[in-house]
């Protein structure tokens, strides 16, 4: 099992450029969830997918972040255009079933925007 | 405001000695997980409490949730450097495939 994968692993881009982070969660799970992590803040959820459909993006801070799931496998964060305050870990995590179903973390894509 | 507040942020021991982290809420959560995260990972799930007084132990590690459901703790025996990471606690206040909230964690070093 090749778990989450998230791609690329480090994007350093300057401040005004689009940033597209990718995931593919794990075959058979039909939940998907972006985190940020910094220091300050921790782990935040920015949004999450059930089945495909956003259900919940109270977390994505403002109007430059968007996030899609055009299918079942594959996934993306895009922040249009990036800040230096944008700059953190971000994550991907699946799960199957509901509630409190394992939840899966992808290794992450740290981004620095300079 | 922090929904789930854990402590101490940082903890640096000896290799051998046993310690405990907590994760304390205003809020009940019908149920908490704790992950261990290290550097340039992921978190991993290590359990999930659902029940009230529910103790969970795996090897060296035990994990009570509270009567209330609002807090919980970790507590290791013998620890050892494979222990070392950040151990993070998260909270379900509801069903359905909802995000968890975490708590900022708690930076473990174990010194050999």
């Known amino acids: 099992d090749a778990g989450v994968i998230q791609s690329p692993r480090h994007e350093v881009t300057e401040m005004g450029q689009e940033v597209t982070l990718r995931c593919k969660p794990i075959?058979?799970?039909?939940?998907l969830f972006w985190y940020r992590q910094t220091m300050m803040r921790g782990l935040e959820l920015l949004i999450y997918?059930?089945?495909?459909?956003?259900?919940?993006d109270s977390g994505m801070p403002e109007d430059r972040f968007s996030a899609k799931m055009p299918n079942a496998s594959f996934s993306t964060l895009k922040i249009q255009p990036s800040e230096p305050r944008d700059s953190a870990v971000y994550f991907c995590?699946?799960?199957?079933?509901?509630?409190?179903?394992?939840?899966?973390f992808g290794p992450g894509t740290r981004l620095t925007v300079t | 405001t922090q929904l789930l507040e854990q402590s101490p942020q940082f903890l640096s021991i000896q290799e051998g000695e046993n310690l405990t982290v907590y994760c304390n809420s205003s809020?009940?959560?019908?149920?908490l997980q704790w992950y261990r995260q290290e550097p340039g990972e992921g978190p991993v799930l290590l359990v999930t409490?659902?029940?009230?007084?529910e103790v969970k132990k795996l090897k060296r590690l035990t994990f009570q949730f509270g009567d209330a459901r609002k807090d919980s703790s970790l507590h290791i025996t013998a620890a050892q450097p494979g222990d070392t990471g950040l151990y993070l606690c998260?909270?379900?206040?509801?069903?359905?495939?909802?995000?968890?909230?975490f708590g900022k964690g708690t930076h473990l070093i174990i010194q050999p």
């Open positions: 998260a909270g379900d206040t509801g069903g359905g495939a909802d995000g968890l909230t």
């Open positions: 075959s058979g799970h039909n939940s």
């Open positions: 995590a699946s799960s199957s079933g509901t509630g409190w179903a394992s939840k899966y």
């Open positions: 809020s009940v959560f019908s149920s």
């Open positions: 409490v659902v029940t009230g007084g």
């Open positions: 997918f059930n089945n495909n459909v956003p259900i919940d």
